[in-house]
């Protein structure tokens, strides 16, 4: 069991069910700051702030309520305007339409010291929060309402796909992270620690994992809620948004494991260029052309689409510059390589391995890695090294 989990038990279990909502009556003296993106929720907007402002008499929590609305121009800020209520405010945003830059803004709006990010369409039990915060409270610095922790669940009604679509999505994100659901829409966390966050780059739908990341959050806790699904309105996560989700996690990768992700990235490129090669072979042997012609042929074009994907993938960062000389010196950078290749197979076979019909090979073997090492150094460092803005 993960560290988190026995985390996330521990304090599921430290208090007994019954006490914690008077445990929770004493936490909350902060006062908190719900963020709610909004898209064309009208039917869910009253429901919510009711809900909200039930559990805001009940334990007399000081709150502010922020719907975060993209322009919906169905009746929402009517909706909002209705209920008359001080401590509820709409913002329409303009601009780029999305979720996760919905809530950023949101939490910069924000005017208390704890931000709660949830879901409009009462998926995401506003009647959590004070488990959130009690958690907060704890010292725990980011705070999840969590499906897949002991305690936690979905509705039903969830079909294979669905649930399956989500578990390999939450699998992708293990390596940042070892939360149950980092997925999840619903959390809190402390206005302080939000504004400690670098680079953020709100693409898509996962702003949780976003900040995980990016805060550099070490102390991550999930408090278990039940996911109900949505009953009026409808979902927005469209599968174009599922493929930003691909985007997203690279991106992600890229942030935590850096140099190791942009080899990883160039010995899949790598790879492919081997298949490239081997079918332009054998699509110009197939011509009847002279070996010498195939193979070149397999060379030229592979190195076009190595290129070309390195330039898309692995070293996306330095797409701005002038592709012609990037192209010249990612060929210069590859014939270095070679000639390391060959050098340290020639110097390994004849001076350093004893004399067997194997060592050839072996030597070659470690030819081929350090090539490799060098063409990539010579194109992260060199062709497509990054730039630094001086100040
Ligand atoms: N402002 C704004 N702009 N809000 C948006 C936008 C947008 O472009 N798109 C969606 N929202 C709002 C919705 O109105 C809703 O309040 C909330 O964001 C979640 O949108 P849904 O369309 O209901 O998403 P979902 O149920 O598929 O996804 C939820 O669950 C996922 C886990 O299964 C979200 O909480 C995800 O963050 C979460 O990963
Ligand atoms: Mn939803």
């Not at 669940?153 to 079909?159: A, C």
């Not at 009953?231 to 997203?248: A, I, P």
């Not at 010196?329 to 270095?336: E, I, K």
Request: glycine share 8%; hydrophobic share 45%.
């Amino acid at each position: 069991m993960s560290n988190l989990v026995k985390q996330g038990l521990a304090l599921r279990d430290a208090v007994p069910q019954e006490e914690q909502e008077t445990f929770a009556k004493i936490v909350i003296s902060t006062p908190l700051s719900i963020i709610v993106p909004t898209f064309r929720e009208c039917e869910n907007i009253p429901r919510l702030i009711e809900r909200v402002r039930a559990l805001k008499e009940a334990h007399d929590i000081s709150l502010e309520l922020i719907f975060m609305d993209d322009q919906s121009r169905d009746g929402s800020v009517e909706v909002v305007a209705a209920t008359g209520l001080d401590w509820v405010r709409i913002l329409e945003r303009d601009g780029e339409r999305g979720l996760s830059p919905a809530v950023i803004d949101g939490f910069r709006l924000a005017r208390n010291p704890v931000l709660v990010c949830m879901d409009c369409d009462l998926s995401h039990p506003p009647e959590k929060i004070p488990q959130l915060i009690l958690a907060l409270s704890s010292g725990q610095q980011f705070v999840i309402g969590s499906r897949y922790v002991p305690g936690g669940s979905t509705d039903d009604d969830w079909g294979f796909l669905r649930w399956l679509n989500s578990r390999i999505a939450t699998l992708m994100a293990r390596p940042l992270t070892s939360a149950r659901d980092p997925m999840s829409g619903f959390f809190a966390l402390r206005r302080a620690d939000f504004e400690k966050a670098r680079e953020l780059n709100p693409v898509g739908y996962k702003i949780g994992l976003e900040l995980i990341v990016k805060c550099g959050f070490e102390n991550v806790a999930e408090v278990p809620i039940h996911f109900a699904d949505r009953v009026y309105g409808e979902s927005k996560l469209t599968l174009k948004e599922q493929l930003k989700y691909l985007q997203h996690i690279r991106r992600l990768y890229i942030h935590e494991f850096g140099n190791a992700m942009h080899f990883l990235q160039f010995l899949v490129v790598g790879a492919s260029g081997t298949a490239v090669n081997l079918l332009v072979l054998s699509a110009i042997l197939l011509t009847g052309l002279p070996e010498a012609v195939s193979l070149a042929g397999g060379i030229a074009v592979s190195l076009v689409t190595n290129f070309l994907l390195n330039r898309r993938f692995t070293f996306s960062y330095a797409r701005d510059r002038n592709p012609w000389k990037q192209f010249a010196g990612f060929v210069g950078a590859s014939a270095v390589g070679l000639a390391v290749n060959y050098g340290v197979a020639l110097y390994l076979v004849s001076a350093v391995l004893p004399e067997r019909p194997t060592s050839v090979y072996f030597a070659a073997l470690a030819g081929v890695a350090s090539g490799m090492l060098f063409n990539f150094l010579g194109n992260r460092y060199l062709v497509f090294r990054k730039r630094y803005i001086r100040r």
